[in-house]
């Protein structure tokens, strides 16, 4: 295995075609232009770590501002079971089957990070009205690919669905994939082959046309699951690679090295299938890097943007890295966006030049480091004072902004702020206490810029069945996170 930060001597980048074909450029082009405005969105929502001992529910959230029921959660659909955690979503089919018109985006599948059960739910009968299709219970994915702690779920050009995971069953790390069938949704196997695999995994992206699988690494589960202890830095415990695999083999052939205790987790390839190159989050080290082919064929990664730790007292540690836990980019490929749980911004970026990301639009939403709170700054390389507290619509939101989601046309971006119950428990205790909540900010897609939309807010502290955590964000007809042009 290769571990790689910088290109060797004499290996210079791949200069990749930048036009993709012509049918997937229109089709880029009609959701970015054309594409219809999002009605509703589905939001898993989350009790585990809450005491309130109520089964993890899909929230159906009407997002359509001539409705009626603008911004308020329509519909419920509760799992059959207690602490699974549901956490991110895909679909049983995408834009990667572009043009198989066999296909139908009708189901969405719900991996359960702690339980690694699988719950498919139909939104095709009734999309406002999701009910469940299938549970695939989690001792068939321990036994027939001895993997668990189930993550993010991508649907493939061949019809089946392939999930990433974080760990074996034990709950020790293991990067591996288990593949569904995309039909009946029952197991297959492992997609991986061959006898190496990474200790670690996350998140994936994949890119046939550069016949390339990429990987991140979030931490060890038995680790992650009692919270973040700073004792577990420097011991190997938390992820740094980013792990390359050849997509027609299905072997692990590459590790690149983004830095101790980095832990990238969510990586974004250029949507674009021509382009070989994309950017992963490192949370605990609060960086973006960028990473991209090389004219050997293996792969690179370069540090794009760096967000400086904050001296602070009043919290975990001297220093208070920002903590970015989600990145997206917009359809056209011209704006980054990511969010800083722990700083409690939001920030733009024009990556119309990759290798030199230019920022455009910053707004904050939360935080641990808002006036009045615990929290003092002592040094902070950006901002003059600490921001004020975010509040909206009378209601001081607790948490900061987490999971993001851009509209097809990017001129919308939703925001949630549960980030993972252990750690809302650690970090922002009123967060379990209060609910997290869905925002929606306005976007400048011409100079840049964010503006939060003050008539929007969805808050789950409101629940019939408690407050509750909302996480990822899916639009019936694919996004910019759930869909891979190939």
Known sequence: MRSRLRLSPGCNESISQTSSTPSLRFALSALFDTG?????????????????????????VDVDPKSPHYSQVIHRLPMPNLGDELHHSGWNTCSSCFGDTTKKRNRLILPSLISSRIYVVDVGTDPRAPRLFKVVNPEDVFWQCDLGYLHTSHCLGSGEVMISTLGDPAGNGKGGFVLLDGETFNIKGNWEKGDKSPPMGYDFWYQPRHNVLISTEWGIPKCLGYGFNPNDLKKGRYGRRLNVWDWTTH??????????????????????????????????????????????????????????????????????????????????????????????????????????????????????ISKGGPVVVLKDEELQSQPEPFVIQGKKVAGG?????????????????????????????????????????????????????????????????????????????GDCTSDIWV
């Open 251 to 368: 072997t692990y052939v590459q590790a690149i090295d983004v830095g101790e205790d980095a832990a990238p987790l969510e990586i974004r390839f250029l949507h674009n299938p021509d382009a070989a190159e994309g950017f992963v989050g490192c949370t605990i080290s609060s960086a973006i890097h960028r990473f991209y082919k090389t004219e050997c064929g293996d792969w690179a990664a370069e540090k794009v943007i760096q967000v400086p730790s904050k001296k602070v007292k009043g919290w975990l540690l001297p220093d208070m890295p920002s903590f970015i836990t989600d990145i997206l980019l917009s359809l056209d490929d011209r704006f980054l966006y990511f969010s800083n749980w722990i700083h409690g911004d939001v920030r733009q970026y024009d990556i119309s030049d990759t290798r030199r990301p230019r920022l455009v639009g910053q707004v904050f939403v939360g935080g641990s």
């Open 36 to 60: 219809p405005r999002e009605e509703i969105v589905y939001v898993p929502c989350i009790y585990r770590n809450t005491g309130r001992g109520k089964p993890d529910f899909l929230a159906t």
């Open 401 to 477: 902004p987490q999971m993001i989601q851009l509209s097809l046309d990017g001129k919308r971006l939703y925001v949630t702020t549960s980030l993972y119950s252990a750690w809302d428990r650690q970090f922002y205790p009123d967060l379990i206490r209060d609910g997290s909540v869905m925002l929606q900010i306005d976007v400048d897609t011409e100079k840049g810029g964010l503006t939060v939309n003050r008539d929007f807010l969805v808050d789950f502290g409101k629940e019939p069945g408690g407050p509750c955590m909302a996480h990822e964000m899916r639009y019936p007809g």
